[in-house]
């Protein structure tokens, strides 16, 4: 079993950044790969960012390519996203996920563990 924790949410402005940050405990951070996903209100969940592999290539979703970056520091037990040029529509609650590496790095029902989310607001 890993727990997740996810925090630095916050209200930023438009073009602002923000960084977020999962800590993780439990099980060994470094067996899993890692992902992000977001729920918009009224929306489903959707997938953000992930690794392919464990501290491996990552692979991100269209809406946020070239401005958010996922990386992890295994000697700290967290997963990072930095997310630059923030727009109001990136406006969501943020999860962190862990699944086992190689499977599907997009879909959600590939992660077997989740945080409990962290509020991103940006302002126009």
């Known amino acids: 079993q890993v727990q997740l924790v996810e925090s630095g949410g916050g209200l930023v402005q438009a073009g602002g950044s923000l960084r977020l940050s999962c800590a993780a405990s439990?099980?060994?951070?470094?067996?899993?790969?890692m992902g992000w996903f977001r729920q918009a209100p009224g929306k489903e969940r959707e997938f953000v960012a992930a690794?392919?592999?464990?501290?491996?290539?990552?692979y991100d979703a269209e809406s946020v390519k070239g401005r958010f970056t996922i990386s992890r520091n295994n000697a700290k037990n967290t997963l990072y996203l930095q997310m630059n040029s923030l727009k109001p529509e990136d406006t969501a609650v943020y999860y962190c996920?862990?699944?086992?590496?190689?499977?599907?790095?997009?879909?959600?029902?590939?992660?077997?563990?989740w945080g409990q989310g962290t509020q991103v607001t940006v302002s126009s």
């Open positions: 996920a862990a699944r086992t590496p190689y499977l599907s790095a997009s879909s959600q029902l590939t992660y077997l563990y």
């Open positions: 690794e392919t592999s464990i501290g491996g290539k990552t």
């Open positions: 439990g099980r060994t951070f470094s067996s899993y790969a």
